[in-house]
């Protein structure tokens, strides 16, 4: 959510913001209108209010007194009318204006790079050697089914497409990158672990800017819950509606969640195999900051999800996402791209951003300031995949691959696997 006196005073940088990324069917001008006319009504409503208690200030020592007080009765009933009729004038503006707010994305910070999609991203860093192999790479899902450890078809059966199935060691895989993860992010980088639940309300994922912009991307249930998209929706929700101690801050979050999107407006992208898939499990991070932590933590937090990469020795680069690439409630975003050999391209595996005030707002959670306590700031938050487990797998399943179609297992992942070191047919 967006500051409105911010607006006020800067409609013009507001304007330029929110042409960069990407909209364009709006005007600072109506806001302010729709603002102006509710802070007319506001101080309407406070003046009749004055005036109502003036009033009955009167009729009671009118009373009092035994004088006749019909005059004012009938006064008072007519303020109290036109308070109702103004109230309900008061809340469509207000409920105008949040609609308008509601719906706009965050502020790209200054250091942002001004652009309309991806082709304006600029390269941050690259890390590792890629691969040189003395055969043609297979695709994921060609290694996969000849392993006979990645089946889609009986997954479509039962589910439809974009939906995959696991057997064996490759399950295992998965279930290894999960515990490898989890205890690197709280044993070496201080994240407290949550288990959550994957169901969550409409007002959660408002909170996070999910809704209403998205509400077509999520999976909605019979009684109006909602399959989360990310674990940043829980994570971040854990916070809602607190007011924490500035000494307290950074809290930081970790947790693995089966994550649910309906991956609306993707058709014919990555059809085949497991690389957009309507469930993937993710190991997310969360950070709740101070205002003047939230930058350092963001390079940080990247750095954390780098790491599991470097771990695995998988090559990968860091893009400094554009302002019109960005996601709706960032005001920053790294993303991490690991290479994979078959595509022979970079391809995303980890996202993450600062979205600064823009969440606190919505949830509303504030911060006291340790030099002065009657002082609230509203609290910075961050979130970032470290990592997608299914395009992790894929990554490692092209880049360790062998000539037989078997692969190597990463040394770090060893351990998590019984100690073996290939996953062949």
């Not at 407290?192 to 996070?208: F, G, I, R």
């Not at 307290?248 to 898939?277: H, I, N």
Request: glycine content about 6%; overall charge negative; some cysteine.
């Amino acid at each position: 959510m967006h500051d409105i006196e911010y607006i006020r005073k800067n409609p013009e940088e507001f304007g330029k913001a929110m042409k960069s990324r990407g909209i364009k069917n709006f005007t600072v001008e109506e806001i302010l209108e729709i603002d102006h006319e509710k802070r007319s009504l506001t101080t309407k409503l406070q003046d009749l209010n004055r005036k109502r208690n003036e009033i009955t200030e009167e009729i009671k020592k009118l009373k009092m007194s035994k004088s006749p007080c019909e005059n004012e009765v009938a006064a008072s009933r007519s303020i109290t009318n036109e308070i109702e009729a103004i109230n309900l004038k008061e809340q469509a503006e207000k409920d105008n204006l949040v609609n308008i707010l509601s719906n706009l994305p965050n502020i790209p910070a200054q250091n942002v790079p001004i652009g309309e999609d991806e082709s304006s991203n600029v390269e941050v860093r690259k890390y590792g050697e890629r691969r040189k192999f003395g055969f043609v790479p297979k695709s994921h899902y060609e290694l996969g089914e000849g392993l006979d450890s990645m089946d889609f078809e009986q997954a479509a059966k039962i589910s439809g497409s974009r939906f995959a199935v696991l057997k064996g060691r490759l399950a295992k895989l998965g279930r290894a990158l999960v515990n490898f993860m989890l205890e690197m992010h709280v044993n070496e980088f201080g994240y407290t672990e949550v288990y959550h639940p994957a169901l969550v309300k409409n007002e959660a994922m408002y909170n996070v800017g999910q809704l209403p912009k998205f509400s077509d991307d999520s999976y909605l249930t019979t009684d109006e819950l909602r399959l989360i998209p990310t674990g940043e929706v829980v994570l971040t929700n854990l916070v809602a509606d607190k007011i924490i101690e500035e000494k307290e801050l950074p809290v930081r979050f970790t947790a693995y969640s089966e994550c649910f999107r309906k991956e609306a407006g993707s058709a014919g992208r990555d059809t085949r195999g497991m690389v957009r898939q309507h469930q993937f499990g993710k190991v997310e991070l969360v950070s709740i900051t101070t205002e003047n932590q939230s930058s350092d933590e963001l390079e940080r937090m990247t750095s954390v999800a780098e790491e599991i990469l470097k771990q695995l020795e998988l090559p990968y680069r860091v893009m400094l996402l554009c302002s019109g690439d960005m996601g709706f409630a960032a005001q920053k975003t790294y993303d991490i791209e690991v290479w994979l050999p078959e595509q022979n391209k970079y391809r995303e595996i980890s996202s993450c951003s600062n979205c600064s005030a823009f969440q606190a707002r919505r949830m509303n959670t504030k911060y006291f300031l340790e030099a002065d306590k009657k002082v609230k700031k509203y609290v910075h938050t961050l979130n970032g995949s470290a990592l997608a487990i299914g395009r992790t797998i894929i990554a490692i399943m092209e880049n360790y691959q062998n000539p037989d179609g078997s692969i190597t297992i990463p040394n770090v992942l060893q351990k998590y696997m019984s100690n073996d070191t290939v996953i062949s047919k």
